[in-house]
Structure formats: C-alpha cells, structure tokens
C-alpha cells in the first residue's frame, strides 16, 4: 500500500508530462490506421492532428499553471521552481515549434512527427523533474531518440537522410560519454539517487575520480549544448533538415543540456541549492574556456556563411557559449545571479530562435526554399511584414535595443563582470567582444533583406502557422524589453534566489 | 480619485505630443497631406491646458489644506528593469519649476505651431514638420518631467536629435545640413561634459534620482565633507553640459547659425524648447551648486561674457533673425548670470534663481513673439530677411508692425512690459550680490557689465526695428509688387503673444506670484519678503530709454552717423560684423587639430589598424582552412574530435587541481 500512494504521489507531480505521454500514446496508435497502405491519407489530415497536439499542449500548460512551485520530492522526482520554470520554457517553445512544424508536416506522416515532438517536450520536462542519475539519462533519451525520427521525417531527400544518421551516430556517442560519466559517479557514491549523491559530496573530500565523472558528463551535454569541440555536427544538421527540425535543434538541446548540467553539477559538489552553487577550481576553468571558445569559433565562422540555415546553426553555437558564461559564474557572491541570467537567456533566445526559423520558413516561395543568404535579397519589398518581422527577431538574437536579447545579455554581463573575479571578467569582455562580432553578420542578413534588389520572382507560398508563430515570437521578443521583470524574477525563483 | 486625475494630467503632457508625432509620421504623407497639423494642434492644446490643470489645479491641491502649495513634488512611474543594483525607472515628476516651465513651452509650442500652420503652407515636408515639431515637444516635457538624471540625459539628447532634423529641414539646402550638423556636434561638446558629472553623481551619491541626490542637505554635505572637490567638479560638468544647449560662450557658436530652419523652429528653438533646457538643469540643481560658489562665479562670468560678446555681435549684424538670435545668446547669459549669484551669500540663492527662471519665463514670450513677426516680414517679403533690402514696412504690414514693436520694447526693458521686470530682478540680484563681502568687487562688476548691456540690447533691438520698419518703404523685388500681411492663422498667435509680452511679466512679477509659486520647488528656501528696487528700477529705465533713444537717434535722425563711426572705428566695426571671429578660432583652436588628429588617425587607421585588422580577418580564413578539414562531413573524423575533446578536458581535468 505505501508503495502504491508514493506512486501516485509521485504521478502527481508529472501531469503535464503525463498528459503529454498518453497524447504520444494516442497518436502512434492511432496514425496508422488513418494512411492507406500506399502513405495516401485524406487530405488535411495535418490538421487535425496539429490542432490535436495544440490541445494537448494546452492541457498540460493549464496542468502546469496549476501545479504548485513548492518544493516536493517523491520516488525518482522532484518538482521546484527550476523545473517550473524548465516546463514553462519548454511548453511555450512546445507550442511555437508545433505552429512551425504544422506547415511543413506531410499529411501521412503528421501524426508521428507531431508524437516525436511532443515526446521531446516530455523528455526535457523529465530531465528538469529527475531527482535520479537513471531518471536523467532516461529523460535525455526520451529526447534523443524521437528526435531521430522527426529529422528524418522532416525532409525526404538524400541530404536529410545524411544528416540524420551523422546526428543519430554522434549522438548515441555522446549520450555513451554521459552514462560513462554517471558509472562513475555511482561507482564513487553508491547511489544513483540526486539528494543522496548531495548528502555524501557534502561530507567526503573531493576527490580526482569525480573531477573525470563530471567532465565526461560535461563532454557528452556539450554535444547537446553545441559547445566546442562538440559541436562539429550543427552545421551540416541544420544545413541538411527540414527548418522546422533545424529550430527544434537548436533550442530543446540547449534547454535539456543545461537542465541536466544544474541538476547533477551542484549535488556534486555538495550544495544543495542552485543559489549558493558555483563550479569548483579546475572544472570552472575548462568550462570558461570552452565557454571563450565556443563564443568566439561560433561567431568568427558564421561571418563566412552563405548558407542561411548554416549561418544560423554557427550562430547557435555562440550562443551556446554566452549561455556558458551564466553558468560558469554560478550564482557566486555577485550582485547579479549567473543561473537566473542563464536561464533568462535561454528562454528569449529559444522563443526568438524558433521565430527566425519559421520565418525563413515562411519566406521562401514554393519551389525554392531559403537556403542562400541571396535568397532573402529584396524580401522587404516582396514580403514586407516578414522581413520586418525577421529584423526584429535579428535585433533579438544580436542583443540590440529594443528586444529582450539586449536584456538578456545585460544581464549575462552584469553576472560575468560583478562575479568580480579575472575569469569573470575575461568572460564579461569575451562576452561583449562577441556581440559585437556577431551583430555584424546579423545586421548583414537585415542589409540583404532591405538594400539589396530580388533577383528572382517567385510565387510565394503561404505558411499561415509559420507567420503566427513568427509574430508571436517577435513580439514576445518586444514585450520582453519593456517589461522584462517578471521574467527575471521568474528566473530568479528557478535559482533559488527568490522564493516565489 | 484624485491621485488619478493626477495621474492622468501628468501622462497625458507628454503623451499626446507623443501620439501626435507618430501619427503624423505614419500617416502624415498618405493621409493626413495638408491637414497634418491638426494632430499637432489637438495634441499641444491638450498639453497645454493639462500643465495649467496641473499648474493651477493639481500641484496647489496637494496637500489639500492650507495655503501653501506642496513643497513635496508628485512622482508616478514603473520600474522598468531592476538588476542587481542597477534600477532604471521611467518616472514623471512635477513640482513648481517644472509646472512653470511645462506651461510655458506647450503654451508657446501651441501658439507656434498655430503660426507655422501659415508659414509652411505649400512645403511639401509640411506632414514631415509637424511629425518633428510634436516629437521635439514631446521630447522637451519629458526632459522637463524627469526624475531622474539618466532620463534627463535621454530627452536631453533627443531635444538634440530634432532640433538637428528642424534645423536641417530643408536639407536640400548645403548651408541648412552645414548649420545642423553644427548645432549637433557643438552640443556634442557640452553633452561631454554633462555625461561625465552624471557618472560623478551614481559614483558619488550612488544614485542618480533627484529625489535623492537634490532634495536632502544631509546627503549632499555628507558628500560634501567626505571629498570636496567632489561637488564643484559634478557642478562644473553639469554646467558644460548646459553652456552647449543654451549657447554659451565659447559653445555659441552653433545659435546663430541655427537661423537656417524655418523661422518658426526658430521661435521654437529659442524661446521655448531647447535652449531653456541648460539654464533649467543648472536651476534644477541649484542645491548642489550652492556646494560650490566658485562654480556658481564661474556660471556668473561665462554669463556676462557671453551677454556681452553677443550683444556686441548684435550691433552690426544685417540680417533680422541674425540680430534677434545674438539676442537669444545675449539674454541667456542674462540667465546665467543671475543664477550664479548665490555665490554672495545663501539667502541670495533663492532670488537668484528665481530672477534667472523669471526671465526665462518672460524671455520665451517676447521672443518668441519676435521670432514669428521676423517670420511674418520674411514671409512678407519673398524670404528676404536682410534689412539692408526693405525699409519702411510699417504701412504695408500694421499688424506685424505693432506686434513686433511689443515685443521689442519688451526686450529693450521699457517699463511696465515683460522684459522690465525680468531684467530688472536680474539687476536687483546683481546689485544686492554686489554689497557682499566676499565678493563684492565682482558682483559689482558684473552689474556694471550687465548694464552696459542692457544699454546694448535696447539699442540693437530698436536698431532692427527702425531699419525695418521706418524710413522710405522699399521692398525687395522677390517681395512682388505688393507685399501681403499675415494671414489670420498667423496673425492671431502673434496678436497672443504680443498680449503676454505686454502683461505677463506686470501680472507675476511685482505680485510676487511667480516667486511664490516657484519657491515650493524641492531645493529652494522659502522665500524672503523684499520689496521693489527703486532706483534699479529708474537706473534700467534710464537705460532702456538710452538705447532706444539713441537707436532714433543713429537710424531715424540722422542716418549718417552709424556709417561715419563704423568707419571711424573700423577695426572694432569688423570685429563685431565678424562675430567676434569666434568662428574662425574656433576653427583653428579646435577644428584644425582635430582635423590634423583625424588626418594622423585615418593614416593609422589605413595602414596600421587595416593591417592589423586585415591579418585578424584573414585569421578566420586560414583558421577556416584548417578547420574546414575537420569539418570535412564524415562523421569518424566528427566521433574522433569529439573523443579527443573529451580525452583533453578529463586529462585537464586531472592536471589542474
């Protein structure tokens, strides 16, 4: 019987995930019985499974608002604020990537590519709410393997197909450096269990075997993360699926790399709370420079792109290292919390981010996709309300007034420069050094948009979905300069600054 | 309720210019065409009857008893980010000086964009001038209604950012983008220094808020004893700040060239919106310049010297709104002189600033009132304004005539009229700092100084008026055959204006309103009974009659005797025909050594910098190369760097401890 009610207490804490699942469920069995044994299904069928997915999005966002930010741990979960604010994050992108994926899905197989997303939407959630070395490893996975499958359905040519075998190989390396790492780590402390590994670290003196359990972790979340050197997969992925998958990849990775990274580096280190966390000597150092790398590799070979999607994807590699940069400082001693700033960061890059996707989306005309950074040219005159949507949403991926970017990376700013160490500060100009660079191939993209001339006239095609969730996007980029607070306090919650 | 009417009056001051200004860009080309004043007109009369309620109504109603107005000011505002340390709010706030100053320029706004509904008929930027003209109010409320320093410096460079878009209006023409770009970067130099003593005060007084750093004598001398030269170094830059907006010496320079946008953002210009801006700040923060007396001698000094240059500049000058803006310059240094007399003693700090804020006051009715009838004989006669050309226009233009004559004698001080007892304060503050011990000497100076130039202001001004007005009636020939008066819309702001130059000063002045109300400012005692200075009162009287007198004399008299002194005293002639050739030094004291900076800069720039750069660029070439046969597409060789990433960072790992 105790075993019975601590299940469903445990269940309890997981409703949106679980709404999300039993969705999942629904649609796998469902799909098949709606395509005919030659992929011809009734046309339109999209539809109804996106509006399908919108729901059960919604379902689980209602579950979510409704579920209590309190501390409470049963069996392998724990539900805090953090993964409050991971689910919210990840229900909002949740919603924005199915309006994406809603134009470009194939009627026969909408039902499994929406299933795959919202699965992925799961496994992240999963990770946030894992309180288990085994719960996070299952929960990266949940988001590894749909993800496979909505790469491949994305896009049905040779180039997709390459690209989805690089990113299932690498991949499956990675997650084998993570679960190596973790052998480690419970062949050092006995348990697999999140609050005990946090108990034992606070009483036994570090030792070596734990500084390689943790950088072997950190080496396989880099994959996710795209930092360098593992990030060599994000170009030629991007370049090669469907741009629906590409503004996916380059959001729910981040968001469940850096859920995992906070959830398992501060137990190793006996802290308990993300506010009194920061990285310790030699394991803070790699992780600024890999940060410095990251920032600086990703940007200086974003300026060489001509490929808009692979312009994009290096430009996702830098702002993996700003993002670096928030979790390096932890949440030391300065004035301004680097989690908070990390986690702020992640939340208006990822709905910028997926905006920019579906606007390239949107823009391109029926037979011919945007691929060349020349295929945008005279797109203010052709499409004048998705060139001025995709400067805004530029103006957020560059940090410039007035979007949340530049708020967003204020704020990593100020964390780097008041954490008032030399790392902090190499990291705070590193930081700003790159904006700079960066603006210069973002504010190229907007030149080409509005002085330079279409060379071609082509018969756009309409992406209505495509067009909200762009809007959306934008204006949420917008909305979050002027009233930034609440967000930041939101973030400030998640890391345990602010008792919400 | 009540809190919000408030609310709603305080909001709406700068909302509605605001509004207007964007509707008018967006829809003014398409449109709205020739009806693009209306959102401008509807929007500043809005303004304009908001600051009277808030003036009259909402400020005097504070407190809700007794007779005094609050002498707290009222503050409504969001956060909009608060990080750390760093908050930055985005507030309004009204006290006495603020309100007086509020009313004051929409009012005036109001009454020009009446007038320049006439005069820019038939442009075709007439959407484009009214969209600038609400966004320059709108600009000039916010920087009046700041709570904050970083606010301030916000508006204050937005004031900056349209007076260079109306001044440069017709920027077809090279003299308007030249002039312009002049106002802009002279400005420049003041913003300089009041950047810098903005970041003295966060570093200082660890806030940049005025209700901290202005309105408690407990923080201000804690900061005070802790570093002395603190403060006046804070006072220092702040006033630079201030000697580039309100056109001080040596930063004057850009005023007069200023004349090249239309005549009513002249008006605009000098009367109401941005010049005003510097001897506000510097009112504003009269407590902190009460630290600093040598400071306050030095705002004193520059006061005088640019009073005098300009009027000196006034004397020769041809063209009418030539020698109507070395007036603005003049009667700004009026200004400053008066505000700087609180170095004589602390209870002259309050009748200091109020004769510096009362003659601002008056100072933007008469010559605004100048400014729009100057506008009216340009108008008039082909856009000719050089007075050598026409003569004699009192027949062929009567309501110009006489308007234009108010707001002179106002200007030249003839009793009675608004610039009387303006000036006059000034005087009396003047002669009162002279008796003081410390620095008697100079005060007295300076008002024998002050005097000698007030001689000159009445007599340039009625020089421009006799030459203009009296004498045979000639018109240029761009004129046509017969000149036409303003049209109604013209002449009713101007018939307005000519009232309040007449009135205003007679209504607030002796009655003691204006000092009254405006001593409830936060930073300022409370005031002193004083009665009227009599014989300052006959001295300027005196003076004024002088001038004009003599101005009769020179130009309607006998008109031989101007050119018989010019050429006897040819060299001083020249000097003040050429400005003063402050253009000129400036030129080669600032100009050419940074152009010579700029020359060596560009030369590093070119071969050095680019070098550099160069190479860097072509770093991520080569790193590219490189790494382009790591990203070769195979996935071994991804699986393989990967795996050496990993290796490295556990080795690392293992090195470092």
């Known amino acids: 019987m105790p075993a019975f009610k601590e299940l469903n207490q445990a269940a309890g804490l997981i409703i949106p995930e679980i709404i999300l699942i039993a969705s999942v469920c629904i649609m796998f069995l469902a799909a098949p019985f709606l395509v005919s044994e030659h992929g011809k299904t009734s046309s339109g069928l999209r539809h109804r499974w996106g509006i399908f997915a919108i729901l059960s999005l919604l ?62 939407l799961a496994g992240v959630n999963f990770v946030a709410l894992s309180n288990d070395l085994v719960g996070v490893f299952l929960g990266l996975e949940l988001v590894s393997i749909p993800t496979y499958i909505l790469l491949y359905l994305g896009r049905n040519d040779w180039m997709a197909k390459e690209a989805t075998i690089k990113y299932f190989l690498l991949s499956i390396f990675s997650s084998a450096f993570v679960l190596y790492g973790m052998a480690w780590l419970f062949g050092m402390v006995g348990t697999t269990n999140l609050s005990a590994i946090s108990e034992k670290a606070a009483v036994v003196a570090p030792h070596a075997m734990m500084r390689v359990a943790l950088m072997l972790v950190i080496a396989g979340l880099s994959f996710r993360l795209t930092a360098v050197p593992f990030h060599f997969y994000a170009p030629d992925v991007f370049q090669g699926v469907a741009s629906s998958s590409s503004a996916m990849l380059s959001v729910l990775p981040k968001v ?52 808009v999607l692979r312009l994009l994807a290096y430009s996702s590699i830098a702002h993996a290292g700003y993002m670096m940069v928030g979790l390096v400082v932890g949440s030391s001693a300065g004035a301004t919390s680097g989690v908070a700033s990390l986690l702020f960061y992640v939340t208006v890059y990822g709905v910028v981010s997926i905006g920019l996707f579906a606007l390239i989306a949107a823009a ?137 | 309720m009540l809190e919000d009417i408030q609310q709603l009056v305080l909001w709406a001051i700068p909302a509605a210019p605001l509004l207007s200004a964007i509707v008018t ?115 000039m409320c916010m920087l009046v209604l700041s709570n904050n320093f970083a606010q301030l410096f916000v508006f204050w460079e937005m004031v900056g950012l349209c007076s260079y878009l109306l001044i440069g209006f017709w920027f077809h023409k090279p003299s308007a983008a030249a002039a312009a770009k002049k106002a802009f970067v002279v400005n420049r130099i003041g913003d300089f220094g009041l950047i810098m003593g903005i970041f003295l005060i966060w570093t200082n007084f660890g806030s940049i808020d005025f209700l901290h750093v202005l309105s408690s004598q407990e923080v201000i001398s804690h900061v005070h004893t802790k570093s002395p030269h603190v403060i006046p170094l804070i006072c220092f830059c ?48 009269t407590p902190l310049f009460v630290m600093a007396p040598n400071v306050q001698m030095f705002v004193t000094a520059i006061g005088a010297a640019t009073a005098v240059i300009a009027a000196l500049t006034a004397l020769t000058q041809t063209d009418l709104k030539r020698v109507l803006a070395y007036s603005t310059v003049s009667q700004l240094g009026f200004m400053f002189m008066a505000l700087g007399c609180g170095a004589a003693g602390t209870e002259l700090v309050t009748p200091a600033v109020t004769a510096g804020m009362f003659h601002l006051f008056t100072h933007a009715y008469f010559k605004a009132l100048l400014f729009l009838a100057a506008g009216s004989v340009m108008h008039a006669m082909g856009d000719i304004i050089d007075m050598r050309r026409f003569s004699g226009l009192k027949h062929a233009l009567p309501i110009t005539h006489w308007t234009f004559l108010v707001g002179a004698a106002a200007l030249a001080g003839v009793p009675l009229l608004a610039g009387f007892w303006s000036k006059d304060d000034i005087l009396a503050v003047l002669y009162e700092a002279s008796h003081s011990k410390e620095h008697g000497l100079f005060f007295g100076t300076i008002l024998v100084i002050a005097c000698a130039t007030a001689l000159l202001t009445a007599f340039y001004t009625f020089r421009a008026y006799f030459m203009t007005f009296w004498g045979p009636e000639r018109f240029p020939e761009e004129a046509g055959d017969h000149p ?59 003076i004024g009659m002088a001038g004009i007198g003599f101005a009769w004399m020179f130009y309607v008299a006998s008109p031989g005797i101007p050119v018989a002194i010019a050429k006897a005293m040819k060299p001083l002639y020249l000097v003040s025909q050429g400005k003063f050739f402050l253009d000129e030094i400036l030129f080669v004291l600032v100009v050419l050594p940074l152009r010579g900076i700029a020359l060596i ?52 790992a293992l090195i470092l401890t």
Request: hydrophobic share 55%; net charge neutral.
């Open chain 1, 256 to 307: 469940v790399g850096f859920a995992a990274l906070l959830r398992i580096l501060p137990v190793c280190f006996g802290t308990v709370s993300l506010a009194e966390w920061e990285p310790a000597a030699p394991i803070k150092s790699i992780l600024v420079w890999i940060a410095v790398l990251t920032m600086f590799l990703g940007n200086i070979l974003a300026m060489r792109q001509t490929n």
């Open chain 1, 364 to 500: 391109g005309s029926a037979n011919r996709p945007v691929r060349a950074t020349a295929d945008l040219a005279g797109l203010s005159r052709t499409r004048p309300v998705i060139a001025f949507l995709m400067t805004v949403c530029l103006f957020g991926l560059s940090g410039l007034p007035p979007t949340g970017g530049f708020i967003g990376k204020l704020n990593l700013f100020l964390a780097a420069w008041s954490e008032g160490t030399q790392d902090g500060r190499i990291l705070a100009i590193v930081l700003a050094a790159n904006a700079v660079i960066a603006a210069a191939y973002y504010l190229r993209l907007i030149g080409v948009m509005y002085f330079e001339q279409s060379t071609t006239v082509d018969e756009p095609v309409v992406r209505p979905a495509s067009w909200v969730a762009g809007g959306i996007a934008a204006a949420g980029s917008l909305v979050l300069f002027v009233k930034p607070q609440w967000l930041w306090d939101a973030a400030k919650a998640a890391a345990g600054i602010l008792s919400a």
């Open chain 1, 59 to 120: 379902c689980a966002v209602y579950a979510w608002a409704g579920a209590p930010m309190t501390d409470s741990t049963a069996g392998p979960f724990i539900s805090d604020s953090f993964a409050w604010f991971v689910r919210g994050l990840t229900l909002i992108c949740g919603i924005l990537l199915t309006l994406v994926l809603w134009d470009q899905a194939d009627d026969s197989t909408a039902a499994e590519s929406f299933a795959c997303l919202l699965a992925i």
């Open chain 2, 238 to 285: 702040l006033f630079l700040g201030a000697m580039g907006k309100s056109a001080q010496f040596p930063l004057q320079v850009w005023l007069p060239d200023a004349m090249e946008g239309p005549t009513p953002v002249s008006a605009l210009i000098h009367a109401a919106t941005m010049v005003t801006a510097g001897v506000y700040l510097v009112a504003r923060c």
């Open chain 2, 601 to 652: 800069a560009t030369l590093v720039d070119r071969f050095l910098i680019d070098g550099l750069i160069d190479s860097v660029g072509a770093l991520p070439g080569m790193l590219s190369g490189y790494l382009k046969r790591l990203q070769s597409g195979l996935v071994t060789s991804y699986a393989g760097v990967m795996w050496l990433g990993a290796v490295v960072v556990v080795v690392i």
């Open chain 2, 484 to 542: 036409h008066e303003a049209t109604p819309i013209m002449a009713w702001p101007l018939r307005i204006l000519a009232v309040c130059a007449a009135l205003i000063g007679l209504a607030v002045g002796p009655t003691h309103l204006f000092a009254s109300y405006l001593h409830k400012t936060v930073g300022l005692t409370a005031p002193e009974a004083h009665g009227l200075h009599w014989n300052i009162m006959a001295l300027s009287t005196v």
């Open chain 2, 25 to 139: 860009a967006l829809l003014g080309k398409k449109v709205l065409k020739g009806r693009s004043h209306l959102p401008c007109w509807s929007a500043l009369a809005v303004s304009f009857v908001c600051s009277l309620v808030l003036l009259f109504g909402v400020l005097p109603g504070i407190n809700g008893t007794g007779n005094g107005y609050a002498r707290e000011s009222i503050v409504f505002g969001f956060e909009w980010l608060h990080v750390g340390t760093l908050e930055i709010p985005l507030q309004l706030r009204a006290d006495s000086m603020s309100a007086i100053m509020l009313a004051m320029v929409t009012g005036v706004s109001f009454l020009v964009s009446l007038f320049g509904s006439g005069y820019m008929h038939h442009d075709p930027g007439y959407p484009r001038f009214f969209a600038a003209v609400s966004m320059f109010v709108f600009s």
